[in-house]
Nanobody, 124 residues
Framework: QVQLVESGGGLVQAGGSLRLSCAAS????????MGWFRQAPGKEREFVAT????????YYADSVKGRFTISRDNAKNTVYLQMNSLKPEDTAVYYC?????????????????WGQGTQVTVSS
């Protein structure tokens, strides 16, 4: 089993920055693909970013490309999401996910472990 705990969410003004962290426990996740997803009120959960097990490969949703950066520190069993130039439309609950099946992926169905989420609210 893998437990994922997100932190770092909060309230920020448009144009500001936040750094989300996802701490994994139970297993070493260095060989697992990791991803960030988000869900806004009344909307479906959507892909944000993914990083391969060794951190060499990343992929982003078009809506966050150039503003968000995903990274991982396998020594700390932790994944990060640096969010810059935040917009009100980035407001959502952000979820961290781990895939024991795939080293990299943008589909929700690729992930079998999920955190509880952290709220990010961007005011205009």
């Amino acid at each position: 089993q893998v437990q994922l705990v997100e932190s770092g969410g909060g309230l920020v003004q448009a144009g500001g920055s936040l750094r989300l962290s996802c701490a994994a426990s139970g297993r070493t996740v260095s060989q697992y693909g990791m991803g960030w997803f988000r869900q806004a009120p009344g909307k479906e959960r959507e892909f944000v970013a993914t990083v391969s097990g060794n951190g060499a490969r990343t992929y982003y949703a078009d809506s966050v490309k150039g503003r968000f950066t995903i990274s991982r520190d396998n020594a700390k069993n932790t994944v990060y999401l640096q969010m810059n130039s935040l917009k009100p439309e980035d407001t959502a609950v952000y979820y961290c996910a781990a895939s024991t099946y795939y080293n990299f992926g943008y589909m929700i169905s690729s992930y079998n472990y999920w955190g509880q989420g952290t709220q990010v609210t961007v005011s205009s």
